[in-house]
């Protein structure tokens, strides 16, 4: 496996837990990191969200970017699409054009007014307490030939491996404790942005926009920045819970 893309990508994977201090930031990095991946095999940009199950419940905790977090969550709200689809039966599900699939009308149409043409769900193995996909997004119909989605699952091999061994060594908490942390830090910035929505009577992705412009300019992670505005609203520390 020497100096192939997969060895390289293993080496990526282990700077990427040894240089992030949480899952909640693991994911958002490998998030970013999957949208690379696959984006370097296509001519149209890939963007890629991480969706959380526990128990019942499936939630966005990561994206590469507020578009894609956007994306993820519009099927978390709905409560069915091809990521949802994906955990269950623990097998990649593919939207291949949102024009031509008569799946899911409601998700494929809100995808088209966000101008994402298809979507990939695909899964990570992580035990019994839990199970998480990566959501891919491309912005033109036909990207996700399959050499794309082989590509896609071979990244989740590696990701839900590194993900194990992330919680393994940054935490002395179960898995579950320490994913249920992540949902929490995704329900911190969802809150921050719903109150700069109604703030500014703006949707939620101009909302995610001022955060992230925000986090930028102060050089603070995006839920130091949520966390503070809910904080100030308050006059005092706001907790965050997320019920599995």
């Known amino acids: 496996m020497a100096n192939s893309p997969e060895h390289e990508r293993v080496l990526e994977l282990q700077d990427l837990i040894v240089g992030t201090q949480n899952v909640a930031e693991f994911l958002e990095r490998l998030s970013v990191m999957a949208a690379g991946a696959l984006s370097r095999d296509t001519s149209v940009k890939i963007e890629c969200?991480?969706?959380?199950?526990?128990?019942?419940?499936?939630?966005?905790?990561?994206?590469?970017?507020?578009?894609?977090?956007?994306?993820?969550?519009?099927?978390?709200?709905?409560?069915?699409?091809?990521?949802?689809?994906?955990?269950?039966?623990?097998?990649?599900?593919?939207?291949?054009?949102?024009?031509?699939?008569?799946?899911?009308?409601?998700?494929?149409?809100?995808?088209?007014?966000?101008?994402?043409?298809?979507?990939?769900?695909?899964?990570?193995?992580?035990?019994?307490?839990?199970?998480?996909?990566?959501?891919?997004?491309?912005?033109?119909?036909?990207?996700?030939?399959?050499a794309v989605i082989r590509e896609a699952v071979e990244f989740a091999d590696l990701a839900g491996g590194a993900v194990r061994l992330s919680v393994k060594l940054g935490t002395a908490q179960s898995l579950a404790d320490d994913l249920t942390a992540a949902m929490e830090s995704r329900t911190s910035i969802d809150l921050a942005c719903g109150v700069i929505m109604g703030q500014n009577r703006c949707t939620q992705a101009e909302a995610m926009a001022i955060l992230t412009k925000v986090s930028s300019n102060r050089n603070q992670k995006l839920r130091t920045v949520a966390e503070e505005m809910l904080a100030n609203l308050a006059g005092g520390d706001v907790r965050t819970h997320f019920d599995a």
Not at 76 to 86: F, H, N, S, T
Not at 87 to 92: G, H
């Open 49 to 146: 969200g991480v969706t959380l199950k526990r128990r019942r419940r499936t939630f966005t905790v990561a994206g590469s970017s507020p578009k894609a977090v956007l994306l993820d969550e519009i099927e978390q709200r709905i409560g069915d699409g091809p990521c949802i689809e994906a955990l269950r039966i623990k097998e990649p599900v593919l939207l291949a054009d949102v024009d031509n699939d008569p799946r899911w009308p409601e998700y494929r149409k809100a995808l088209a007014d966000e101008g994402c043409r298809a979507t990939l769900g695909v899964p990570l193995e992580l035990g019994e307490d839990a199970a998480a996909a990566l959501n891919f997004f491309a912005f033109g119909p036909g990207v996700f030939t399959a």
